[in-house]
């Protein structure tokens, strides 16, 4: 179980550009003024937790992020945190973990989104390989194991040639050995939902969490949420389904009028 519940559900807020990425329209500010907004959304639709991610950051750097960037996740994330109140987690992208679990350790938050935890992948921005010791160790030497490590398997926006002959069973249970405290499913892209036989292959091979990345809408919420520990929610709930879009109240009330009763 994931903050108490069965089937938690957590609310993307996407970052507009930060300081140092194409697009930064030069206001912190303003920036913050929007992901709170965002937040408090989610809270008000009765959403469980958050995620705060630079997904406007494009194109991303590769397995790290300049300091500005850590700077500004910093100050924005331990804004949201103070203001809205919902247990809460991030993700830099892309693969900029150490990074991540450095401003999560020191915010106190919940949990990180990792890639390229277990075998390497060829993601959008190059190879990614596997940062499980380092990411480990170093969570370890900071004292910071109350961070949860949720990590994507066969993750989005990726090949998986190099692995073709792993399955996502066999790469959740690698997950498993490398100490991660739940694993991440996805479809093949933002907002394309992964198979309901996936996610059950994932469950039945780990006792960890099982959370879903991603495509989560009214038609399949209800068989996700009879099987998946959490569901990261970040494209239905926008405005016309579009990831880059801003968050559409009744859409996250249409979403989560879907779900089953408990």
């Given at each position: 179980m994931i903050y108490g519940k069965t089937c938690a559900l957590i609310g993307a807020v996407h970052l507009q550009p930060l300081p140092g990425a194409a697009g930064y329209a030069g206001s912190i500010e303003a920036i913050i003024e929007d992901a709170l907004s965002e937040a408090f959304l989610y809270k008000k639709a009765g959403f469980d937790g958050l995620i705060v991610e630079n997904t406007h950051d494009t194109p991303y750097l590769k397995g790290r992020v300049h300091p500005e960037t850590v700077a500004a996740m910093t100050v924005i994330a331990g804004a949201i945190k103070r203001e809205v109140g919902l247990?809460?987690?991030?993700?830099?992208?892309?693969?900029?973990?150490?990074?991540?679990?450095?401003?999560?350790?020191?915010?106190?938050?919940?949990?990180?989104?990792?890639?390229?935890?277990v075998f390497?992948?060829?993601?959008?921005?190059?190879?990614?390989?596997?940062?499980?010791?380092?990411?480990?160790?170093?969570r370890f030497e900071l004292q910071a194991e109350s961070v949860k490590v949720y990590v994507d398997i066969k993750k989005k926006h990726a090949s998986h040639a190099l692995t073709q002959d792993v399955d996502l069973a066999e790469t959740a249970r690698a997950a498993d050995f490398f100490r991660a405290d739940g694993v991440v499913v996805t479809g093949v892209r933002t907002g394309s939902?992964?198979?309901?036989?996936e996610l059950q292959e994932a469950k039945a091979s780990v006792e960890l969490p099982v959370l879903i990345g991603s495509g989560v809408c009214p038609e399949n919420?209800?068989?996700?949420?009879?099987?998946?520990?959490?569901?990261?929610?970040?494209?239905?709930?926008?405005?016309?389904?579009?990831?880059?879009?801003?968050?559409?109240?009744?859409?996250?009330?249409?979403?989560?009028?879907?779900?089953?009763?408990?």
């Open positions: 247990p809460m987690g991030l993700q830099i992208l892309a693969g900029a973990n150490l990074e991540a679990l450095g401003v999560a350790a020191s915010l106190g938050l919940d949990f990180i989104r990792v890639e390229g935890f390497a992948h060829v993601g959008d921005e190059g190879i990614h390989e596997a940062c499980a010791p380092q990411l480990i160790r170093r939902a992964p198979s309901v036989e919420i209800a068989a996700f949420s009879s099987i998946a520990d959490a569901l990261i929610i970040g494209s239905y709930v926008k405005h016309d389904g579009r990831w880059q879009n801003k968050i559409d109240l009744k859409r996250c009330e249409q979403l989560l009028s879907s779900l089953p009763s408990s």
